[in-house]
């Protein structure tokens, strides 16, 4: 097995194993299905969906491609009265726009993005409740696909070393802002960023997988070379077993 495939497996055992733990291609460039329409009892199930409180039915509108139904959906996500559990469930429906129809999905940020921007200001000064942590990462995922500048500073800042020491998140967020830099391949902040937190030997498996996973679009013909090159520090099995793996 040559280095790559071998680079690809253990990336899939470590950094695979966290939610949404992916560094994805960009969305592509036409729908997966056509665009839906609205037949006759469309407009009463989208106004009893948007009068409610549950965003059960979010899914199922979503699968429709209809643009109206998404534009309801994308509504409920953003009303601040809904339920909030309720309103992340909205928003993982819309996330699945990513391969369904990349033109709904980049239509729809400009509306999301203040209420996205919310959600990834729950990291700053508070630990992130279960919700809100689940509000980070698919707010990060949107962020990161529209290659906000901002976005990518946040995400650097919640990766930094000095950051880590003083506030960590989790491993399932941190791994998020990992992987959401993968979307910035020609900044040499966010690399410096990723390359850091690879060859932290405090920092855990999961979040270092996912760096190095990460790393693929900066370097993607010499990524297992360079880290083959790295000095280990004593005591760092984790990469000498992933050097020795790539040798």
Aim: hydrophobic share 40%.
């Amino acid at each position: 097995m040559n280095r790559a495939a071998v680079l690809v497996c253990l990336l899939l055992a470590a950094c695979g194993s966290t939610r949404d733990a992916t560094a994805p291609p960009p969305p592509p460039t036409q729908a997966s299905q056509p665009k839906g329409v609205d037949g006759p009892a469309d407009g009463p199930r989208r106004a009893k969906f948007l009068a409610g409180t549950s965003a059960g039915e979010a899914r199922e509108l979503v699968e429709t491609n209809n643009p109206a139904h998404l534009d309801a959906v994308a509504a409920f996500f953003v009303d601040a009265r809904k339920p909030y559990a309720e309103r992340l469930v909205a928003l993982a429906a819309l996330h699945t726009l990513r391969s369904q129809d990349a033109g709904e999905y980049a239509r729809l940020f400009p509306r999301l993005k203040p209420r996205l921007w919310e959600e990834v200001s729950h990291a700053d000064g508070l630990d992130l409740s279960g919700d809100h942590e689940k509000g980070f990462i698919e707010a990060v995922g949107w962020l990161a696909d529209q290659k906000d500048p901002a976005a990518r500073l946040k995400m650097e800042l919640h990766l930094d070393r000095e950051t880590v020491k003083r506030k960590r998140l989790s491993d399932a967020a941190l791994s998020a802002a990992a992987l959401g830099l993968a979307n910035y391949p020609g900044n040499e902040s966010a690399r410096d960023t990723l390359w850091a937190a690879l060859k932290d030997p405090k920092e855990t498996v999961t979040v270092r997988a996912c760096c190095l996973k990460a790393l693929k679009p900066f370097h993607p013909k010499d990524l297992e070379a360079l880290v083959v090159q790295i000095p280990a520090a004593p005591g760092d099995d984790w990469l000498r077993d992933l050097q020795r793996r790539l040798r």
